[in-house]
Every structure is written in C-alpha cells, then in structure tokens.
C-alpha cells in the first residue's frame, strides 16, 4: 500500500512537473514511512536476575534479551509476550482488578509460601534502575529503556526494593 503511494505522488508530480504543498507532505510522509518504518516502535532490554535478593542491579544475568521492533504503546507484558521468541518465558495470573501478577521467570518460581515475588525495575540506560511504579500489565516502557527481573523477599526488613 505504501510503495503504491509513494509511486502515485511520484507519478502525479511527473505529469505536472510540480509538488504541491498536498503532494509534497504526502510524499514525504509516505517515505518516511518506507524508509523508517521502526521510527513508530521501540525497543526494550529485559534482564533477569534470579539469585534471591541479590541487590545489585548490574551483571551477571541469568538472561538478557532486546527486543525491537515492538508498537510504542506496548505495555510490559506485550514486551515479554514478544520476547518468548528469544527464548523468554514467564507465568501469570491474572487478577481483573490489579492485572497480571507475575510468578515465575524463565522457569524460576517465586514462592509465595516464602515470601517471595518479582520485583520489577526499570530505568533507561545511564540512569539507576528504580521499581517500577506500575505492574507488567499497566506499564508502558520507555523506547530504550531497560527492564530488571529480580527475585526478591518482601517482609523480613529487606524489602527497600
């Protein structure tokens, strides 16, 4: 659809041997399109750490994936569903007035019996990683931004996440 665009504004302009302003912003907008076509997506590093409490935000990670190419307006989970295909797997209960609450990670559960739960962090790269204010499927990433997996205890006086 768009190459058959850009060849009629291409093919209109040839016979009158002028751009209108119409023209040319269609044209433009259309080439854009052709020739950028991520410029309207984003792209997302998800991390895991599965080690219990380990406070550090940085290397070693048990997994690492990028995705790219996802829709500007995905929310975290759609990120995750799109990372499945690098190898990404999660489990989720879905609850209708808080959303999906995440349980395991790349096959490591997080035990609730023990207190356990993945803590979700987020920051683009050059800023500290910080929990994010929203569950995966309420929060939108950031293009470029990168999202931890951390394994943590909740309740036992660690729990400054």
């Not at 990372?83 to 990670?105: D, P």
Request: hydrophobic share 40%; glycine share 8%; net charge neutral.
């Amino acid at each position: 659809w768009y190459q058959r665009r850009v060849r009629e504004a291409v093919v209109s302009t040839q016979s009158t041997g002028i751009f209108s302003q119409t023209s040319m912003i269609r044209f433009l907008l259309l080439a854009t399109i052709l020739l950028f076509p991520t410029a309207l997506c984003k792209q997302c590093t998800l991390l895991v750490v599965a080690e219990l409490n380990r406070d550090n935000t940085g290397p070693p990670y048990s997994f690492l994936a990028t995705v790219t190419d996802v829709k500007e307006d995905a929310t975290l989970i759609d990120v995750m569903d799109f990372a499945e295909r690098q190898g990404f797997t999660y489990g989720a209960s879905w609850h209708s007035r808080w959303g999906a609450f995440i349980y395991t990670v790349n096959g490591v559960y997080a035990d609730s019996g023990k207190r356990q739960f993945w803590n979700i962090m987020v920051g683009l790269p050059g800023e500290a990683m910080k929990s994010s204010p929203l569950g995966a499927s309420s929060y939108t990433p950031r293009d470029g931004e990168r999202v931890l997996f951390r394994l943590k205890t909740w309740g036992d006086g660690n729990d400054h996440y």
